[in-house]
């Protein structure tokens, strides 16, 4: 190894979303250096890109945040069940703002190449704009749902009018009294129809796969339930933690669907339809298990789909058959008034899956096997590489060389979704073959147990962990045993982002750790436990004498 020489940062993570946040914090608290670079003019991940209009969470608002600190959660106050873009965004503001995060994060930078440097025991970071910056650590925190997916349609670029992804939705587009057409339909579309409803001329779906679809039912935040919230936060973040994902969650307490009679049944699910995934969850046990149980919360949902959809034949196009596939092979999105703006005349659905596909775009619209639609302006919501997307959008090259591109040609494997073999001192929040949960929390667990491993490198002195591959083969052997046993084993069947199987040129493969978000955590938290035997850590004979902790002084934050 070379004589070390200190590089630029400890730390070096891309991504100033609720990753890039959660590190600031519990790395700063470390006593390391960090910079957060962002090729977005904003802080906010998602929620700077998402803006297109009725963009909003689906988990609820008051655990659909960080909760590294009691005090911020006391003083930040939601103001409905679900907020919007611009609400979580300022939210992440308040937090940027509150604990002192500027100075360590850079926006407008956009990171094009990350290199293992073996010699230095450290990474190379290669900005656009030709710079490049070291650190020891290198850390993605680039969101598992944010590199947008472009469809290969024939015509695509002929189109006059503005057409671009639901992810990139331009600030000063206006759509009123305009003719729009929407190629996708899932949880994007539900939430932009009804928000684009009113105002566009008229909105034409072009859909394929029918979504279970189950009702938000939108809040405004009382004083009474923000009360009731507040007193409550320590059993909230608990219970977010202890949810099989990240969810502030209810049980069923052992109730099985499988146990109950149909009457019964029929009531338990009618009295919990109060919106929200939690119906899935607080109802009965086994809905996600049995197939039988699944088929019946399935059967509830299409009828309750069914009933707000005035037209039968278009009912026929939106809504789901129970043959069609099991409740949450794909995952399902939740609407507020989605299917009812379909009553109205300004907004329709064209089949594309079956009656007419898709043929081109054409310089004035969509053309199908049967029709050509005329629009001004087209919108493509047509979904993300989910987990891989963004760590294969730039070569980020490990120990041998090779890019994760290349490595996940075939399989996308890690260990916990933290740590990748032949890729040393990287960590990656939520990669792939983490669990699919309420972002925020796995995030915050995420970002404790690498905070940790750092602290242990750093305090006893290595320069270097390397990424065990029976670590990594084993992890990936146990997410893929857990997979075939579940329910959600037949998205690559209907085309689920949450295997790859939207991505024409990718096979389909295990991205996801169904064990149960809990059980995950568990798994991290034994790891820090046990002192990180997923890793080999080594000291190289010249040894870093700039580590991070002795030099950095914290600097006064929460
Ligand atoms: P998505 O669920 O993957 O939906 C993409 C849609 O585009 C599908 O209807 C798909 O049809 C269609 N499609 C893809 N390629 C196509 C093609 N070549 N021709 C015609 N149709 C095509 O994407 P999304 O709606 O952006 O949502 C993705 C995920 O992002 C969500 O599941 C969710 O986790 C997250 N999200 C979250 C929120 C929230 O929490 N509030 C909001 C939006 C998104 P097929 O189904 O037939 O493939």
Not at 455 to 478: H, L
């Amino acid at each position: 190894m070379d004589q070390q020489q200190k590089p630029d940062f400890d730390v070096i993570s891309v991504g100033a979303g609720f990753a890039g946040l959660a590190l600031i914090h519990h790395l700063r608290e470390a006593g390391l250096s960090i910079r957060v670079f962002d090729r977005a003019s904003d802080i906010g991940g998602t929620w700077t890109w998402n803006r297109y209009p009725g963009a909003m969470t689906d988990s609820e608002s008051y655990y659909y945040c960080l909760m590294f600190s009691k005090e911020l959660l006391q003083e930040w106050s939601w103001t409905q069940r679900y907020p919007d873009w611009k609400e979580t965004l300022a939210y992440m503001h308040f937090v940027a703002d509150r604990c002192d995060m500027w100075p360590h994060i850079q926006l407008n930078t956009e990171i094009v190449a990350a290199d293992y440097q073996k010699e230095k025991a450290n990474w190379k970071v290669t900005t656009a704009g030709g710079e490049s910056f070291t650190c020891k650590y290198f850390i993605s925190s680039m969101g598992m749902i944010s590199h947008p997916v472009i469809p290969d349609i024939k015509g695509k670029d002929s189109f006059k009018g503005p057409i671009f992804h639901s992810a990139r939705w331009p600030e000063d587009l206006d759509y009123k009294g305009k003719r729009v057409g929407i190629i996708g339909a899932g949880a994007t579309t539900v939430q932009l129809v009804p928000a684009i409803a009113a105002d566009a001329a008229e909105v034409t779906v072009f859909h394929r796969t029918p979504n279970y679809i189950l009702p938000a039912m939108q809040k405004p935040m009382t004083p009474e339930w923000e009360k009731e919230i507040k007193d409550n936060y320590d059993e909230i973040v608990a219970m977010c933690r202890n949810h099989g994902f990240g969810m502030a969650f209810g049980t069923a307490n052992g109730r099985m669907a499988m146990e109950t009679s149909a009457e019964e049944r029929e009531r338990i699910f009618e009295e919990n339809w109060t919106g929200s995934f939690r119906w899935v969850f607080e109802t009965f046990d086994d809905l996600l298990g049995s197939p039988e149980a699944n088929r019946w919360a399935s059967e509830f949902i299409i009828r309750k789909m069914r009933e707000r959809i005035n037209e039968p034949e278009i009912a026929d196009i939106l809504v789901p058959k129970a043959d069609d596939y099991p409740l949450f092979a794909k995952r399902p999105p939740l609407d507020h008034d989605y299917l009812e703006a379909f009553n109205r005349d300004n907004v329709h659905v064209v089949d594309i899956k079956i009656r007419e596909p898709l043929a081109e775009i054409t310089e004035t619209g969509i053309r199908t096997t049967k029709d050509h639609y005329e629009f001004d302006i087209i919108v493509l919501a047509t979904g993300f590489q989910a987990y891989t997307g963004a760590l294969e959008a730039f070569p980020i090259r490990g120990e041998s060389g090779i890019s994760l591109k290349e490595k996940w040609k075939d399989e996308s494997q890690s260990i916990m979704g933290v740590c990748i073999a032949d890729y040393p001192n990287l960590f990656t929040i939520t990669g792939p073959q983490a669990p699919f949960a309420n972002l925020p929390t796995s995030i915050g667990q995420n970002a404790v147990w690498i905070a940790n491993c750092i602290k242990k490198m750093e305090t006893e002195g290595y320069d270097v962990f390397k990424p065990r591959k029976e670590a990594e083969e084993q992890w990936s052997a146990t997410v893929a045993d857990i997979h075939v046993q579940t329910l959600m084993n037949s998205g690559d069947e209907v085309n689920s982002w949450m295997m790859g199987a939207n991505l024409g040129d990718k096979k389909p493969r295990v991205l996801i750790y169904f064990g149960g978000a809990n059980n995950y955590y568990d798994a991290l938290d034994q790891s820090a436990e046990q002192g990180y035997p997923e890793l080999e850590f080594e000291k190289l004979s010249a040894p870093n004498l700039d580590s991070g902790i002795a030099e950095n002084n914290a600097k006064p934050h929460i």
